[in-house]
């Protein structure tokens, strides 16, 4: 109860408004239960950062090795995804990596590392997902523009979910996911997908494909 109500606080007002009663208020729960838990304010944004890291690599993974779509589809998918997401809270909600970020300066040292190692692991999945647009053996020039894309799929995306929750409404995420997809397909040379007007049904989990099977 305590993470989730974290998250969600974190997702909205960052660390640095967040205080402990906050937490408290939301939950219920007693101060002395919570210093019970966590040592300290610090301890229990490293649960919480964990946490969301966990989350969000599990959607990442949903989306972009869903073997049913082409890799520029399954990026496009997720965006579309974390479109609704935020449509649903109203623009409130953000990534919290990318909230945390916006503020590095005023959070513990401890902090850094742990989001520039959330932000490789997303970048990573995102190159693997472009490099199944290059067949089996990409070679060494597909490999580093795929790279090179990843890491600027993801400084753009959390500007563009900035500024949509900026402004409340999507316009920035749609520019983004047009110019985006427009320019990986001329690298890839690849056709870009077409933008839907609705988001996609999540993809069936591999598990759940095997299981019914």
Not at 46 to 69: C, E, G, P, Q
Not at 139 to 164: D, H, N
Not at 173 to 190: H, K, M, N, R, S
Not at 195 to 204: D, E, H, K, L, T
Request: aromatic share 10%; glycine share 8%; proline share 6%.
């Amino acid at each position: 109860m305590l993470v989730r109500a974290g998250v969600g606080l974190l997702t909205e007002k960052g660390f640095s408004s967040t205080c402990v009663d906050d937490v408290l208020n939301a939950t219920g729960i007693s101060k002395g239960s919570f210093y019970y838990c966590f040592s300290s304010k610090e301890d229990f944004g490293h649960v919480l950062i964990d946490s969301y890291a966990t989350y969000f690599n599990t959607k990442l993974d949903l989306w972009l090795k869903d073997a049913a779509a082409p890799p520029l589809q399954r990026l496009l998918n997720f965006m579309h995804d974390a479109r609704a997401g935020m449509i649903r809270y109203n623009f409130r909600r953000g990534c919290l990596i990318g909230n945390l970020g916006q503020e590095i300066d005023t959070l513990p040292d401890s902090f850094r590392n742990m989001l520039l190692t959330i932000l490789e692991g997303w970048e990573q999945r995102v190159t693997d997902c472009l490099l199944a647009a290059c067949g089996p053996h990409p070679s060494t020039t597909q490999k580093q523009a795929c790279t090179r894309l990843s890491r600027y799929f993801w400084i753009g995306w959390e500007g563009a979910v900035l500024r949509a929750r900026m402004e409340q409404t999507p316009e920035a995420l749609d520019l983004y996911a047009t110019f985006y997809l427009a320019q990986a397909a001329v690298e890839l040379g690849i056709r870009p997908p077409a933008i839907p007007r609705v988001s996609p049904a999540p993809p069936v989990p591999a598990k759940t494909v095997q299981a019914a099977t």
